[in-house]
């Protein structure tokens, strides 16, 4: 999990691949790529930390944050859901050990 972002596009080859799957293996819409690709670039935006060392309070500060600028809550709901496939993603294919997304409870956002 080293490969973070490819020099040449400036895009997180991990998403790519992510998106990838997403398209080939689960057959997602247009607009549900098109929606987690958003999601995970804007967690990415306002966190810095590579993937496999983020924690748990990482994505609960950025989910309170999000929720605090007064998005809905459907919203918020689809950037949990994001994260929690993008890790469920990792852990099964790219071998993260830990999941930190599952130290968050969906009903506490």
């Not at 967690?43 to 998005?71: H, M, S, V």
């Not at 929690?84 to 990792?90: G, V």
Request: aromatic share 12%; proline share 3%; hydrophobic share 35%.
């Amino acid at each position: 999990m080293t490969r973070v972002r490819d020099a040449t596009t400036n895009r997180d080859v991990l998403i790519e691949e992510f998106l990838h799957y997403l398209t080939n293996e689960r057959n997602a819409s247009p607009r549900t790529l098109k929606a987690y690709r958003q999601a995970l670039t804007a967690f990415r935006a306002e966190n810095k930390t590579p993937w496999e060392k983020c924690r748990g309070d990482d994505f609960r500060n950025y989910l309170f944050a999000i929720a605090k600028r007064q998005q809905a809550r459907s919203y918020v709901r689809l950037q949990f859901s994001a994260l929690r496939t993008f890790y469920q993603f990792l852990a099964a294919r790219k071998g993260l050990r830990a999941n930190p997304v599952r130290e968050l409870r969906r009903s506490s956002h």
